[in-house]
């Protein structure tokens, strides 16, 4: 791993009452690749995404991002919304949380809030429509228009996102997140709900955003198909401690991790063969 | 057992089912497979009227359930894991596990809770845990495990394996198949895990735009070429 | 659900009978205690007096009604359900476009049609009172979806800081106008603030709560606001400095005498007509405008999923803010001109009666929509008017509608959403760029 | 048809005074139609509910405006007579009142007769009484925080300063409650004796209840609402207690006793406002008769110029449209009657 | 000293009275989620039986007091029991599904229509009734102020904690309470495990409603007049008190009506009574500003 460190966790510890969800955990996420975060149900990984992005304040330890024009940010001091403004740091949710009743257009456009805030001089530009205004929001547009391609949603880009099925909603809540600029994307479960094929696609986009965007995902997953294809480094937790590290090739094979999280395996074995 | 003659269903002026013949035998597990937005989740919840079906038949056990209300359909023995979950965040664990026994027969409580406890022991750790503040997957086990409080005669499954790690969505397939062959309970599974889902089934349909357009024996639309194309593989 | 069953049943007259009985059961069991009974003060001590005629007559009203009602509910359903549903079009948009502009239409040709009726001007006047109101409660309710209870405060705040910085400064309302509303506004940013973290239901209680401090503060504090007494005399607005006098002071001029006209008390009614009418429609552009704009779109997200805003990188504090400003703002600006209508105001024109009305006005009409608001507020203020002729049963009429109008459209009288932006329009409009 | 209207809450808190304006009004046009109308046509009666509601009170003006009545009798509240009666003078429509707030009348509209004292006579009277006759006792001063009960307490509050009895306590309470527990405690424990009241008669009559109910023997001085009977019924026994200021009794006006008898047979007890709205029809019918017009110029110079014989006694104005003769007496409730007390 | 035990007594008997409508509030609250404006209402509806039937008992001679006050209790609850279920049927049912605002709106429709449905039926005028248990005990004396408290004061703070505790255990306890909380938190899946969704809200209106006519018979008993007004300022107490001790919880309920009973019997009795509601209000706000879901709410931890 020679790539530069992006964001380093230092001894986090996350606990709820008697219940620690995370404990003593240490990750360095490298820029411009793919980590995944894997582990049994339970073990803390959506918890570790709440301690990235301001969600949750850590019981102890440091979450430092380097970011590359802005410098070292301490993500844990950071609450909400400024992980995602200043930081750009962005997530997606395990639970998808769209706009339901706005278009999926909208929802794209709500993401660049910051951007176009600004532009509209605090709405007191954007009221009056002046050039400046409309010119930002020309760019936005053209920047949601871009990921609606990518993702292939150009077709219900005007459909309430609320009404989509499911596999879509994922879809566009990864779009939404990339309209704010991520240099860390956090995906929650991307793939739930996606089929083989589906998921397949998802991998292609996961590695181009990576390998022609720059944008390090940091990828919590259970669909084995999704990330041994494309991380570049995985990383395991179980009980909110970190019991194994490593390539795919090492994590497949590792005995705790086949224990804990990918039981022995026997002819149904999924990832080898979904990916077939 | 259950039999779907024509079944169509709307939301608003969306058209989601456009007359959908389904059946299931007694002690079967059937399979339906399909695109994204094919109308699976709409096709299980349309057997509990929501929504419910504008045309067509419903028939359980012999009776026509077509227009029976919601409340009335699972005291006949329907239990249902719905997407998404739909566990009751502000309740504790164990009391999510007590609103599916609500009709059942109180006897049978204890052999129950311990078959569920014994499926998932963190539901037993979490017992008095909110519900809410479960994990992805933990929801999902209590989901299931609720369903299968009231003793089903006919388990509904729509993505019973979504958010479960790895270890246990094998986990999963086996109690399906368990529960089938050791309590001849009958299952109707919707998956995106198409593989497995085929591999335990008896027999699949395969739903397109809200219509049925292929049925088989598991085996049959595991080999057959349009289903591994459109849903088994990765499309490059 | 059970709705459902029954709508799909063709009902036997039978059916229809039972059912008409059991209402007219429950309508025996509602009306004994309050229909058959009363009790009668006679000389100082109660006692109880026999109504079986009324209670008779009520119940057999109620068997009738609902009869009735239920025979011409399912002819309408057997008469729908002949038909195949067909996906429809929606057409909504184009339809509210052209309700929209009719409206507009008729509202400008009101005053001149009517340039005799005082009264008709009057309550049109009001009318748009509400509506104004009702747009600036929608930006907070209908768009940010923060229920406030307490939206009387911000009308009250405008009003009194109009009657205040006139009678200590002799302010006009022109001058007072854009005071009032940054004033109301900074009410708003006062109550928003401390209850950042509540949601739903918490939020009511406490604006509720925000808006009794404001009318007891009135009520009370004697000094400041002449307590119930409440302030009068408060001069009315003027056109360009015309006032609409009948003797205008010493060497100036009235609107009258400007323009050689015979005084009439209607030119001064008329023009607060269109005062008001430029008010509103005023506001009306500015939050359509604001919906189309970063903040607006904002206010909805922040409605639909604060969480996913926050995730999005949004401050979520300063939006919710900015609703509650630019609402209360706009509430402040609508209490200005009703000082200056009335020309006499106290606190008992600031209760939650009234916030309850202003809030009936934007959920019936629909919430977030422009146009839902003019129709829910020409109901809510003409139907009480109307009942002026049935006195005594006009309160009970007024409740009676509120209850079946949601009954009817849950949704609100117009409940569609428009998107604030579309891919095809707006590539097109870019494309012209 | 010359169209006359009453306007006052029909609806609403203070509903029970509506209803006594209405059974009043309605007698007194029955009776004047039955005699031949006024000037050759008959009356017919419009009735605008406020419920004492400003912003209502502008609407009723505007629809009674519309209805171009001749004559108003109303409103009830003060604060819905002020706003509104700019709206009546502007369209030339006298009006006679029985709002006793000072501002009525002060605001120099000319087309305002006040056929009922002012709050600050009132206050005076009642403060004055109070000063000499309990000289000594500790007086507790309390005030709803309405307009009118505001308004009297502090003229009483004055009216007693100035005589040498200075109030122990002075107090506000909110109207509509119903638990006056706390206050009743607290006069107990200054030593209350006599209560000087503004405001209406429902929080009287708990506080009352209450008082006795705490062992505390208070009574009371208020002003013209406490007229309204239902303080009887609502007090029982403790309503012996009360004393108010209100205008000479019209019941008790021998010139009135056939109309009192016409009001007992249907029923209706002539009490409070009953027969102010019977004596203010009756103003409009004389005054237009001597005037031979309707026109509001003719009637405003004959009403402020004559006086007229009523059934609540002779009604002459000044300029500002106050009664001359306002005289305010003290009464006080006994055994559920109401009768001059004790000088 | 004896003057402030004083107050504390009519503060809690006044916050008992609050306690006891707001946990009416906060159970109808609990299962559909919805601010019930109509509840006081209801409240008012109860206290007019309760007139009625105390006037019926007296024309016809019965004075034994526990029998009266039994009697009463039952008449108004069955009446208004059905009036809290028919308002549901009419103004909520339908709107079962549609935004949180609709029933809202609805109720406070309702509300305005009972309001003017009582006056027009019974009459604007106040309704009293003679006292019904007059007398109490002389706990303390001091600097010639004695402090009493009197049987109905005893009655309802009784009353009020009893109905608090059953009503707590029904709710937290039993299988009809969890299915009450799970229609509240969603009905679609209530229903699909077999449970009437209807039905159980029927029931919780009717009980709801029942409690108001516990408080409705209380309050004619204590104050003896009643008048259509009452259930306006009632409901807005009861609602803040709910809201103060954490909406959904019983207990809290009780705690908050208490809460709001000792500060407006204390700021009236040491400060200023006209700023009392300011106070009240003003506490609220500060409560919430720290504890948003109220004194004994639950936290609304929203796990993402
Ligand atoms: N707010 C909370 N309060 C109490 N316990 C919590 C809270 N949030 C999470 N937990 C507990 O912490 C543990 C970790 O949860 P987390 O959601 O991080 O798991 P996860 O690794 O994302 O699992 P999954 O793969 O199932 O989504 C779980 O056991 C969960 O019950
Ligand atoms: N509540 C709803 N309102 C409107 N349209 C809906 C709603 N739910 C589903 N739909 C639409 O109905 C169609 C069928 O949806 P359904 O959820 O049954 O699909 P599915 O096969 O379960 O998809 P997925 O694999 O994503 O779960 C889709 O087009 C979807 O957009
Ligand atoms: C007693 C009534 C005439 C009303 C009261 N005097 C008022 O002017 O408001
Ligand atoms: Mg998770
Ligand atoms: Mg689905």
Known sequence: MSAATLLSVESLTMRFGGLTAIDDLSVSVPAGKITAIIGPNGAGKTTFFNCLTGFYKPTTGSVRLAHPNKGEMRLETMTGHRVARDAQVVRTFQNIRL????????????????????????????????????????????????????????????????????????????????????????????????????????????????????????????????????????????????????TPEEIRNDPQVIKAYLGEDDEDTASGEKAA | MLHMEGVHAHYGHIHALRGVDVTVQVGEIVTLIGANGAGKST?????????????????????????????????????????????????????????????????????????????????????????????GGEQQMLAIGRALMSRPKLLLLDEPSLGLAPIYIKRIFQIIRELNTEHGMTVLLVEQNAHHALRVAHRGYVLQHGEIVLAGTGQELLESPEVRAAYLEGGH | MSAVIIARHARTPAERFKDAAWVAFVALLLGIPMVGLTTVDEGGALTVQTRFGMLGAFVGASFAGRFIFRWIMDQVQNRRAAKPPVAKIDRTPQAIKVIGWAVLGASITLPIVFSENRYVIDTATTV??????????????????????????????????????????????????????????????????????????YLAIVTLGFGEIIRVILVNWTELSNGPNGIGSIPRPTLFGLPFERNPAEGTQSFATFFGLEFSGMHRIIFLYYLILVLALLTNVFVARLRKLPVGRAWE????????????????TNVKLSAFAIGAMLGGFAGVFFAARQGFISPESFTFTESATILAIVVLGGMGSQLGVVLAALVLVLLPELGRNFSEYRMLLFGTAMVLIMVWKPGGLLASREPTIRLKQAATEGGEA | DLAVAIA???????????????????????????????????????????????????????????????????????SSTIPASEVYVEADIPMATVSTNPQVTERGLKNIFRIMGRDDQQGMVAGGYIADKFKGKKVAVLDDKSAYGKGLADEMAKAMTAKGLKPTLRESITAGEKDYSGIVTKLKQAGVEVLAYGGYHTEVALILRQAQQAGLKLTVMGGDTMTNSELVTAAGAAADNVMFTFSPDPRKNPDAAPIVKRFRDAKVEPEGYVMYAYAAMQLFADAATQAK????????????????????????FDAKGDQKQPGFVVYQWKGGQYDYAAK | MAYALQQLINGLTLGAVYGLIAIGYTMVYGIIGMINFAHGDIFMVSAFIAVTAFTLLAAFDITSLPLALTAVLITAIFFTSAYGWAVERMAYRPLRGSTRLAPLISAIGMSIFLQNMVQLTQGARVKPIPPVLEGGIEIWQSGGFTVQISWTQIMIVVVTVV?????????????????????????????????????????????????????????????????????????IKAFTAAVLGGIGSLPGAMLGGLIIGLIEAFWAAYLSPEYKDVATFAILILVLMFRPSGLLGRPEVEKV
């Open chain 1, 99 to 246: 706009f339901p009743k706005m278009t999926v257009l909208e929802n794209l456009i709500v993401a660049q809030h910051n951007f176009l805030q600004k532009a509209s001089g605090f709405s007191l530009a954007g009221i009056f429509r002046l050039p400046g205004y409309r010119k930002a929001e020309a760019e936005a547009l053209k920047k949601a228009a871009h990921w609606l391609e990518r993702l292939g949603l150009t077709d219900i880009a005007d459909v309430a996102a609320g009404d989509l099925p499911y596999g879509t909603q994922r879809r566009i809540e990864i779009a939404r997140a990339l309209c704010v600029d991520p240099v860390l994307l956090c995906l929650d479960e991307p793939a739930a709900g996606l089929n083989p094929r589906e998921s397949a696609e998802l991998n292609t986009l996961l590695l181009s955003l990576c390998r022609e965007e720059g944008i390090a995902i940091l990828l919590i997953e259970h669909d084995m198909s999704v990330v041994m294809n494309v991380s570049d480094h995985i990383c395991v937790l179980n009980y909110g401690r970190k019991i194994a590290e490593g």
């Open chain 2, 43 to 135: 096709l299980m919840m349309s057997l509990f009227g929501k929504p419910g079906a504008s045309s067509g038949r419903i028939v359980f056990d012999g009776e026509d359930i077509t227009r029976v209300p919601s409340h009335l359909i699972s005291r006949r023995g329907i239990a249902i894991v719905p997407e998404g979950r739909r566990i009751f965040p502000r309740m504790t664990v164990l009391e999510n596990l007590l609103m599916g026994t609500a009709f059942a027969d109180p006897a049978n409580f204890n052999a129950d809770i311990k078959r569920v406890y014994a499926m998932f022991p963190i539901l037993e750790e979490r017992a008095s845990q909110r519900a809410g503040t479960l994990s």
């Open chain 3, 128 to 201: 748009l009172i509400y509506v104004m109101l009702g747009w600036g409660l929608n930006v907070v309710v209908g768009l940010a979806g923060l229920l406030d209870l307490g939206y009387v405060a911000f009308y009250a705040v405008g009003a009194y800081t109009y009657a205040l910085l006139f009678s200590h400064f002799g302010w006009t309302f022109w001058e007072a106008l854009l005071v009032a509303g940054a004033m109301a506004a900074a009410f708003g940013i006062l109550l928003g603030y401390p209850i950042l973290r509540l949601r739903g239901d």
């Open chain 3, 301 to 316: 997200a922040l409605r639909e999923d604060e969480i996913a805003c926050k995730a999005m990188g949004m401050n979520v």
């Open chain 4, 8 to 78: 006052g809450p029909m609806t609403g808190q203070y509903a029970s005074a509506g209803d006594q304006i209405r059974r009043g009004a309605e007698m007194a046009i029955a009776d004047i139609n039955a005699k031949g109308g006024v000037l050759g046509q008959k009356l017919k009666l419009e009735v605008g509910d406020d419920a004492c509601d400003p912003k209502q009170a502008v609407s009723v003006a505007n629809t009674m405006v519309n209805k171009k009545i001749v004559f108003m009798h109303g409103h009830w509240c003060s």
């Open chain 4, 293 to 316: 017009s309707t026109k509001f110029a003719d009637l405003e110079k004959t009403m402020r110029g004559n006086s007229f014989k009523t059934v609540i006694g002779e009604l002459a």
């Open chain 5, 163 to 235: 109905l608090m505790v059953a009503f707590t255990y029904l709710i937290t306890q039993t299988a009809f309470g969890r299915q009450q909380r799970a229609c509240e938190q969603d009905s679609t899946m209530t229903a699909l495990l077999g449970i009437n969704v209807d039905r159980t809200i029927s029931a919780t209106f009717m009980l709801g409603a029942a409690l108001a006519a516990v408080a409705g018979v209380m309050v004619t008993v204590y104050y003896g007049v009643v008048d259509f007004f009452i259930g306006f300022v009632a409901g």
